[in-house]
């Protein structure tokens, strides 16, 4: 597709349930990274992924987080037994590695809301 | 730990008028800074991008400078439109190319007709 694409848009969730967020970056991009935006705070970095390995996960907030990418492409976040301050803006983002820093681009995000 | 601060937190102007958003960041051993914009309920648009080698990119009314060595970078804009009102947020990479995005909390910025 010409941009990142998330799904779903919006998830709204019972406390306690677990949920998975995919992310589709732009092809080529072998660069995927997380964010989380929480109402009136900034973007708080998760993880990211340079091909199917994670060399930076040092920012998923707990255990119940955890993130994969398959075929250097497709990634899918999940959260375990949700609690309501993981309510957030959940943001994809992708970028070319290797090409000077190339600009990351995002997707429109997921907004979970945690019941 | 790279920290980023933006001021203002937010600005009105009126239409018309040229504006200057600023961005300051802890760590100058950075790849490099990017701005975005963000439109309510919308993920993140990029706008600029500066290498740490550069000094400043510019993008139709947009001019983004960095000085790398005082830990600053300012986004200019030139006659504001209303169209222009949305939360600018100001990034920087870490020193190496696959290095996290540090932002910013974002300047709010309401551009009245």
């Known amino acids: 597709g010409a941009g990142v694409s998330q799904s779903p848009s919006n998830k709204v969730t019972e406390k306690g349930k677990d949920v998975e967020l995919r992310c589709d970056p732009i092809s080529g991009h072998t660069a995927l990274y997380w964010y989380r935006q929480s109402l009136g705070q900034g973007l708080e970095f998760l993880i990211y992924f340079q091909g199917n390995s994670a060399p930076d996960k040092s920012g998923l907030p707990s255990d119940r987080f955890s993130a994969e990418r398959t075929g250097g492409s497709v990634s899918t976040l999940t959260i375990q037994r949700t609690q309501q301050e993981d309510s957030a803006v959940y943001l994809c983002?992708?970028?070319?590695?290797?090409?000077?820093?190339?600009?990351?681009?995002f997707g429109n995000g997921t907004r979970l809301t945690v019941t | 730990k790279q920290e980023v601060t933006q001021i203002p937190a937010a600005l009105s102007v009126p239409e018309g008028e040229n504006l200057v958003l600023n961005c300051s960041f802890t760590?100058?051993?950075?790849?490099?800074l990017q701005w975005f914009r963000q439109d309510p309920g919308k993920g993140l648009t990029s706008l600029l991008l500066i290498q740490s080698s550069q000094r400043e990119q510019t993008s139709g009314r947009l001019n983004a400078s960095l000085d790398k060595s005082s830990g600053r970078s300012t986004l200019y804009i030139a006659a504001s439109q209303p169209g222009d009102s949305a939360t600018y947020l100001c990034?920087?990479?870490?020193?190496?190319?696959?290095?996290?995005?540090?932002f910013g909390e974002g300047t709010q910025l309401t551009v009245n007709p």
């Open positions: 760590d100058s051993a950075i790849y490099n």
């Open positions: 983002a992708s970028s070319r590695k290797g090409q000077g820093g190339s600009p990351l681009h």
């Open positions: 990034a920087v990479r870490g020193d190496t190319s696959g290095s996290r995005l540090t």
